[in-house]
């Protein structure tokens, strides 16, 4: 190779370390000046995709003209008082009575109208007060709810030991419905009445189906579904599965006829044995599909057979 041809060579290579030496510089100051990047953030747990299930309907509350004539006829329907709250002047001003370890109907006496009351109106006279699901995690539901854009209060210990909150629902015929949710806690006098004032001559034992009459049906069956977290049946659009697989519903109807009353059905292990208990206590009751009764105010309970 000529002198010539290796000066030539050597400027190539001079030239090609300078360019490479250039792009490193240029590389490192963009390292230098460009900000640091952002470091992921910290994984949260994802809200549920629906409703934390239900273990079922814990209880209906009713108010009654008479809490004795009522303790009596639901005695004759061999249902019994697990227990009761009472005033100061000894009367009961809260009545538990037992369906089964599960479930329960809560009676109230009707008291005189209060005008500082917004419900006053319906003070005076019986009417269907609330109906309150059994949650199986109800701080879970609570919160589910929060999420949900809703404003259920906090959940906190009721009187009888048990979890509890409450969440406003959809117009009912006099007032907003107070959708009520629990949860048992161990020592609680529900739990701890397991077993007791369960007779064997129930005319039914478990509670399935609760009417919920409502001023505009079409919108309260969308709140259930869209905010609750219920189902629509397959066999009625306005009989809607609880959350979970306890298999219970509750069922949306227009204000009118039911009004202020309420409806419940209930199942039987043994249809036949129910019709010749209620014949047996004198207790009027049709005869069709399902056997029904009318307590003493007016509120219609249904019996089926059992599946």
């Known amino acids: 190779m000529t002198h010539k041809k290796i000066a030539s060579a050597r400027t190539a290579l001079q030239r090609i370390a300078i360019v490479t030496l250039a792009a490193g510089i240029s590389t490192f100051a963009a390292a230098q000046t460009a900000p640091a990047p952002t470091p992921a953030p910290a994984s949260t747990a994802a809200a549920p995709a629906q ?25 004759k329907l061999g249902f019994q008082q697990a227990f009761a709250n009472t005033g100061r002047d000894g009367s009961v001003s809260q009545s538990f009575l037992k369906l089964n370890d599960k479930q ?69 015929p006099t007032f907003a419905q107070n959708i009520e949710y629990t949860q048992y806690m161990p020592t609680s006098r529900h739990t701890l009445d397991i077993g007791q004032h369960i007779g064997p001559d129930r005319v039914a034992d478990k509670m399935t189906v609760v009417a919920l009459a409502m001023q505009d049906p079409a919108a309260a069956r969308d709140f259930y579904l869209t905010k609750l977290g219920f189902t629509a049946s397959k066999s009625n659009p306005m009989l809607l599965n609880l959350p979970g697989t306890s298999g219970q519903q509750v069922e949306i109807v227009p204000a009118d006829p039911l009004g202020a009353k309420s409806r419940i059905l209930m199942t039987s292990p043994d249809i036949r044995k129910s019709g010749a208990l209620l014949k047996a206590k004198g207790i009027d009751f049709t005869d069709g599909n399902t056997l029904s009764i009318t307590d003493p105010d007016g509120n219609i309970i249904q019996i089926a057979p059992q599946r």
């Open 104 to 172: 329960f109907i809560e009676l109230y006496p009707a008291g005189p109208p209060n005008p500082a009351n917004p419900q006053s109106n319906t003070q005076s006279t019986s009417s269907f007060l609330h109906l309150c699901f059994e949650a199986s995690d109800i701080n879970a539901t609570h919160d589910f709810y929060v999420a949900e854009g809703l404003a259920p209060i906090s959940v906190r210990t009721a009187a009888a030991g048990n979890l509890l909150f409450t969440l406003k629902g959809p117009q009912q």
């Open 51 to 75: 409703t934390p299930p239900f273990n079922g309907i814990a209880h209906i509350a009713i108010r009654v003209q008479n809490i004795a004539a009522s303790l009596a006829f639901y005695n």
